[in-house]
């Protein structure tokens, strides 16, 4: 099928490439030239692994624009995944969704027209929203035609995006009618029925079987994505909660998830207890969803305590430091891990911000260490006083404690005695509860894990 794919950020350029890698003939507009032109170049500007290599692959199936005087109208699909940023209210900004509405309207031709699908997450309701703006456009020019416009909600992690591209549990369509559901199941018929060659980066997982294509209507579509993350931001908070009731009654939170997660009605993934979510998606929509409750005259109380749990969550790294040095005020305090989670360069309301603001705040000396995000923080932040470590030991030089903030596999293989060594006092702070606590014990440190 030929796809015009819309926005290059994660979501857009890892479905594009995808599509692409499984003989669809993609093209992918953004109005970024410099991010085109490095695209079209074989340079991926995001850290997601496999990425490069697989549009290596791909790429005699894909073509790269960045003007809509390019724009193919008689395309067969276009799919919309550009940002819906958050408003300072918490609702999310639809403009940039609005204005490729309006451009996909005015380009439109009476032949042939494309089905649009909103891949980005959205506001429920926004396929009839995207709908209206379209066919207001076409009007416009005096073309009176019915648009069809779905929405196909992603459940890509950052990290593993491609993972769950090709393998993943569920593909959701939502569609008003059968046309619409029909050309996009077909659009991903070969990832469905996995009747493709796994590129070597990306070879099948053991376990995995078959995804399951669920389609509904769009307003259902709509809300699953929404529910998807509500649910498993609220199971990070549940386990978050009882890791500080663990803490208190003497349990070890890893042995209650563990306990509880036998049970397939629970399952054990997402029960990991550490200091929290964060990321561009979860915060971001839970807050959303729960105002467009409000908007209908109630209150989600689930999600608001989801929410709490998780703001409360950030401050415990600060409150294990004054247990532990009682001061922080004239300490150093090392940090390992600055992105929101392993695998990704995005800082986007990572814990580790408000925990090094507040460390600052309150009078210490921060040396930080993230092979990937570093550089990320330093241009965001570039006014915090930090000291940005060239090698992870460095960031042991002279701490009083080291706090762990994102759980990267490199910092697995650190010798943590002979960083101990290194230490004014050897005390280890696990937030992400990575670590084996014998290890540390052995080598002489008070270790601190979450609900341990
Ligand atoms: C999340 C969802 O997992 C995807 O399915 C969804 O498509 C995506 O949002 C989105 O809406 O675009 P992502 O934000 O990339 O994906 O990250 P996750 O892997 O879900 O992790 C989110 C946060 O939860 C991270 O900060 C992670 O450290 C934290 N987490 C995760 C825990 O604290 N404990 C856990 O057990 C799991």
């Not at 209908?296 to 998780?310: A, H, P």
């Not at 990704?344 to 000396?365: C, M, Y």
Request: hydrophobic letters at 40%.
């Amino acid at each position: 099928m030929k796809v015009t794919i819309i926005g290059s950020g994660y979501v857009g350029l890892t479905t594009g490439v995808a599509l692409a890698y499984i003989d669809h003939q993609v093209t992918l507009l953004d109005i970024d030239q410099q991010k085109i032109e490095r695209l079209a170049n074989g340079e991926i500007p995001i850290y997601e692994p496999g990425l490069k290599e697989l549009l290596e692959d791909a790429k005699k199936n894909i073509s790269f624009i960045s003007s809509w005087d390019s724009f193919d109208p008689t395309t067969d699909v276009v799919i919309i995944a550009v940002g819906t940023p958050m408003r300072e209210n918490g609702d999310a900004d639809l403009s940039f969704v609005e204005a490729v509405a309006k451009s996909i309207g005015q380009r439109l031709i009476s032949e042939k027209q494309p089905i649009i699908v909103n891949k980005s997450t959205v506001p429920i309701g926004s396929a009839a929203y995207v709908k209206s703006i379209i066919e207001q456009q076409c009007k416009k020019r005096g073309l009176q035609i019915d648009i069809n416009v779905g929405s196909n909600p992603e459940f890509l992690r950052e990290g593993v995006a491609l993972v769950d591209t090709f393998y993943p549990d569920r593909i959701v369509i939502g569609a008003d009618n059968k046309m619409t559901a029909n050309q996009l199941q077909q659009l991903y018929s070969t990832i469905l029925h996995q009747e493709y060659k796994p590129h070597d980066s990306l070879p099948k997982p053991k376990d995995y079987t078959e995804s399951v294509l669920h389609i509904t209507n769009t307003t259902s579509a709509e809300m699953i994505k929404y529910a998807a993350n509500s649910f498993l931001a609220m199971k990070i908070s549940f386990i978050n909660e009882f890791a500080n009731l663990a803490e208190k009654v003497g349990a070890d939170i890893q042995e209650v998830a563990k306990g509880i997660g036998l049970d397939k009605r629970i399952g054990s993934k997402f029960l990991h207890a550490g200091i929290g979510w964060g990321g561009s998606c979860f915060p971001k929509d839970v807050l959303a969803i729960s105002l467009t409750a409000e908007q209908y005259g109630f209150e989600m109380s689930m999600l608001k305590s989801t929410i709490e749990i998780n703001n409360r969550q950030r401050e415990w790294v600060i409150k294990k430091l004054q247990e532990t040095l009682q001061t922080i005020r004239g300490k150093t305090i090392g940090i390992l891990g600055l992105s929101f989670k392993p695998n990704t360069d995005d800082l986007r309301n990572a814990p580790s911000i408000d925990i090094i603001h507040k460390l600052i705040e309150l009078g210490a000396t921060v040396k930080v260490y993230d092979q990937i995000a570093m550089i990320n923080f330093k241009n965001q932040y570039p006014a915090l006083p930090l000291e940005y470590a060239e090698q992870v030991e460095d960031v042991f030089e002279e701490a009083h404690a080291v706090a762990l903030l994102t759980e990267w596999k490199e910092f697995q293989k650190l010798d943590f005695e002979k960083t101990s060594s290194k230490m004014k006092r050897k005390i280890m702070i696990d937030g992400r509860n990575a670590f084996n606590s014998d290890a540390f014990k052995k080598a002489g440190y008070t270790y601190v894990g979450v609900g341990r």
